[in-house]
């Protein structure tokens, strides 16, 4: 009881000078600050998923198939549209390349057939394999593997030729309709020429890339099949797979354009679609923190001049024998009330905020971000400024203390 009414004298003694405008401005000055900040934090976790194919691009980095440009004089004069081990050295170099990885492309014949079940037709055209590291590859397939000894060939195929087939050949031609769950069950034939040699392996697709747009085959099969029916040789590299930690950055169209490389279908511009929705988001997040610096150095101004007030009153009571810690309190108690109401608000302001805008970001096709990244930077934020503040505070009063001792 005695230490509660202590503390209740000392409020008492100290309140009379305290500004509430000065206190109201700080809350509102910070909330606003706050609000911005984690607005734009929630917004760009809600809208990155419109820039980005989740199945395509992970958080900070994006994947480009890079060709040379084959011009009509390069074609007539046969200029090579192939990549030398320096073109691809100076491209890993480049700071932001994470990796690069090369296509390997079949150097043999290949024929291939697929049998269409009931309706006695089938498919037959000459194709080609591309086959590039499996850590590029944007398909996870426990039958992505080959083995001489068991020669079936597992496939991964475009997304997009499937759309073709479905929406094109098939309608016109009327043939049947494939889903992907259906097609691992058509059965497939390589034939494979070359060397003196021709064979004919029995081949599966095992799943679809978003990412690829090609026919990929493992590694090792690659190796093998040109060993067997190329002696050995392989193709040129003409195609590579890079793999950038910022989509969007100018210096990666500069770079491409200066060197007469070509980014296949539209991923250079919707990577500068991403980077700019982080440049404005990184802009109007300073813009926000920029706002609850100032309220902090308002608030901080503001106890700075209570505390000089009340600085005949400060002594009093450390001369009575009150601690430091215990004559800070209230300035402390009042500070953590503030702040944990301008952070319960901030949060409510976002969320309401975020309620107003989801029904569009929805109608984009969007589902929105967690809300987890928002809070978490929120209470970062507010609790760096509040240690700031009780820092402060604290800073202030000790001197007094010393000088109270000595004297």
């Known amino acids: 009881m005695k230490h509660s009414s202590s503390k209740g004298i000392m409020w008492r003694l ?71 081990p320096a073109d691809i050295a100076d491209l890993e170099c480049q700071p932001w390349v994470r990796k690069v990885g090369r296509f390997t492309t079949s150097a043999y014949s290949v024929h291939a057939s697929v049998g269409l079940g009931g309706s006695g037709r089938s498919l037959s055209s000459q194709m080609f394999f591309e ?61 494979l020429s070359g060397a003196g040699r021709s064979e004919v392996l029995p081949g599966r697709i095992v799943g679809f890339s978003s990412r690829l747009n090609t026919i990929v085959v493992p590694e090792e099969f690659m190796r093998w099949s040109n060993e067997r029916y190329a002696n050995g040789e392989s193709a040129t590299t003409s195609r590579i797979i890079v793999e950038v930690n910022t989509p969007g950055d100018m210096t990666i169209a500069q770079y491409m354009e200066e060197h007469g490389y070509e980014i296949a279908g539209d991923k250079l511009n919707s990577g500068k679609a991403n980077y700019f929705l982080t440049v ?9 923190a920029l706002i609850s610096l100032l309220s902090f150095f308002v608030l901080m101004l503001s106890i700075y001049l209570l505390l000089q007030k009340n600085m005949r009153k400060l002594q009093d009571l450390l001369l009575l024998g009150y601690t430091p810690a215990q004559v800070s309190a209230p300035y402390i ?16 302001l976002m969320i309401a905020a975020r309620t107003a805008y989801q029904p569009m970001l929805e109608a984009l096709g969007a589902t929105g971000g967690s809300m987890l990244a928002s809070i978490a930077v929120a209470v970062l934020v507010m609790g760096l400024i509040t240690l700031g503040n009780i820092i402060a505070i604290s800073h202030h009063i000790s001197p007094l203390w010393h000088q109270e001792s000595e004297e």
């Open 280 to 288: 404005t988001t990184g802009i109007v997040i300073a813009v926000g």
């Open 333 to 348: 108690r009042l500070v953590v009330a503030i702040n944990a109401s301008v952070l319960v608000l901030s949060v409510l």
């Open 131 to 191: 086959s590039i590291p499996a850590e590029f590859i944007d398909v996870e397939s426990d039958e992505w593997h080959f083995s001489p000894e068991r020669p079936v060939v597992p496939v991964i195929v475009s997304k997009d030729y499937l759309s073709l087939y479905n929406f094109g050949f098939a309608a016109a031609q009327g043939m049947p309709k494939i889903s992907e769950g259906m097609i691992g069950m058509i059965p497939l034939q390589f034939t």
């Open 14 to 84: 100290l309140r009379k000078n305290i500004s509430a405008s000065q206190l109201t401005g700080f809350a509102i000055a910070n909330l606003i600050g706050l609000t911005i900040v984690i607005l734009a934090v929630q917004f760009y976790a809600d809208v990155r998923p419109i820039f980005n194919d989740d199945d395509d691009r992970f958080i900070g980095r994006d994947y480009l198939v890079v060709t040379r440009k084959v011009t009509g004089m390069g074609a007539i004069l046969g200029s090579s549209a192939q990549f030398s």
